[in-house]
């Protein structure tokens, strides 16, 4: 599935929305799941939203459920993380991530390629 690459960070007002994108170069396998990960500053990488690229089964982590949707563009090769309704402690880096399987998991180990990461920061 090549490169991932974020795009779409950038600082908002709490209550607002954001909308993320992840770009995948290369051959989009029958068997793909992205998922979205989020790092705080001094805290551990945490699962945030995944989708089976095919199937369209998604998983959301507690914390952002109905406020967050994962969506894809197949044509496109993209995914998307829309944000509504982000709070303070929603600031965070995020980054898409790809793995070979048909199951949608927050397993960050199983997950063997990752973007750069894009900022963002929710202001009080």
């Known amino acids: 599935q090549g490169q991932l690459v974020e795009s779409g960070g950038g600082r908002v007002q709490a209550g607002g929305p954001l909308r993320l994108s992840c770009a995948a170069s290369?051959?989009?396998?029958?068997?793909?799941?992205i998922g979205w990960f989020r790092q705080a500053p001094g805290k551990e990488r945490e699962f945030v939203a995944g989708?089976?690229?095919?199937?369209?089964?998604?998983m959301y982590a507690d914390s952002v459920k109905v406020r967050f949707t994962i969506s894809r563009d197949k044509a496109k090769k993209r995914a998307f993380l829309q944000m509504n309704n982000l709070r303070p402690e929603d600031t965070a880096v995020y980054y898409c991530?790809?793995?070979?399987?048909?199951?949608?998991?927050?397993?960050?180990?199983?997950?063997?390629?990752w973007g750069q990461g894009t900022q963002v920061t929710v202001s009080s």
């Open positions: 290369g051959r989009a396998d029958s068997r793909l799941v």
């Open positions: 991530a790809a793995k070979l399987s048909v199951f949608v998991t927050a397993k960050q180990y199983e997950y063997g390629h």
């Open positions: 989708i089976n690229w095919n199937s369209l089964v998604t």
